[in-house]
């Protein structure tokens, strides 16, 4: 067990629709982070936060956003979902800001398009 | 842009030798890499992190070695066991506190 948490462990819904993933980090990490993992695909970088602020920006589709609360757990919002969102989406977290800190990832949220 | 790679193909051995997994990165010089392993379904592990400073770096079975003039990594499992079966990542930073992961190499340790 990382200690991040994701909810929910699944999520069904049809095209066009708007769902929200929630991320809480281990106790005492700033700084989380987002991934993409299509079937087959590698994992792909989305969005990091650092208290509060984003401090980062991979290949996140407009359609996709983020954001870090106060009390450090995250969110990712996706809107007018496609087919090609199903995928597994995690999170993780770390004690810092710099990259050079290993990151703890949450057991993931599968979201299922259809 | 950068570029990372990892055996594509699975590797299979048996119980008991050492697997060697290969990550080669291009067009930079990454200041350290990090590998993680990933069980189907489930969220990446941190293994071992190694810096560009550092030849080598182990941990228990594992060892990493860096060769900044190859521009590659080396991730070694000795003693081989079933349970060692998954997928193995190698993730240097991607600049501007990214970080990328490459597609990962499959290995099967057969009993």
């Given at each position: 067990d990382s200690g991040v948490t994701q909810t929910p462990k699944h999520l069904i819904t049809a095209t066009g629709q708007r769902v929200t993933l929630r991320c809480s980090p281990r106790s005492g990490d700033l700084s989380v982070y987002w991934y993409q993992q299509s079937l087959d695909q590698g994992l792909q970088f989305l969005i990091q936060y650092y208290n509060g602020e984003e401090r980062a920006k991979g290949n996140i589709l407009e359609r996709f956003s983020a954001q870090q609360f106060?009390?450090?757990?995250?969110?990712?919002?996706?809107?007018?979902?496609?087919?090609?969102?199903?995928?597994?989406?995690?999170?993780?977290?770390?004690?810092?800001?710099?990259?050079?800190?290993?990151?703890?990832?949450?057991?993931?949220?599968?979201?299922?398009?259809t | 842009s950068q570029k990372i790679e990892q055996n594509s193909e699975a590797l299979n051995i048996q119980?008991?030798?050492?697997?060697?997994?290969?990550?080669?990165?291009?067009?930079?010089?990454?200041?350290?890499?990090?590998?993680?392993?990933q069980d189907p379904g489930r969220g990446p592990v941190f293994l071992l992190l190694i810096r560009e400073n550092e030849k080598e770096k182990r941990k228990e079975r594992l060892k990493v070695t860096f060769d900044t003039t190859l521009k590659q990594s080396l991730f070694h499992i000795t003693a081989s066991q079933p349970a060692d079966s998954a997928t193995y990542l190698c993730a240097p930073p991607?600049?501007?506190?990214k970080t990328i992961f490459g597609a990962g190499t499959r290995l099967f340790v057969k009993a």
């Open positions: 106060p009390d450090l757990h995250s969110e990712l919002n996706l809107s007018s979902l496609e087919l090609g969102d199903s995928a597994l989406y995690f999170c993780a977290s770390s004690p810092r800001w710099a990259d050079a800190y290993e990151q703890y990832f949450g057991p993931g949220t599968r979201l299922t398009v | 119980e008991g030798k050492t697997a060697t997994l290969t990550c080669n990165y291009t067009n930079y010089s990454p200041a350290y890499l990090q590998w993680y392993r991607g600049g501007g506190f």
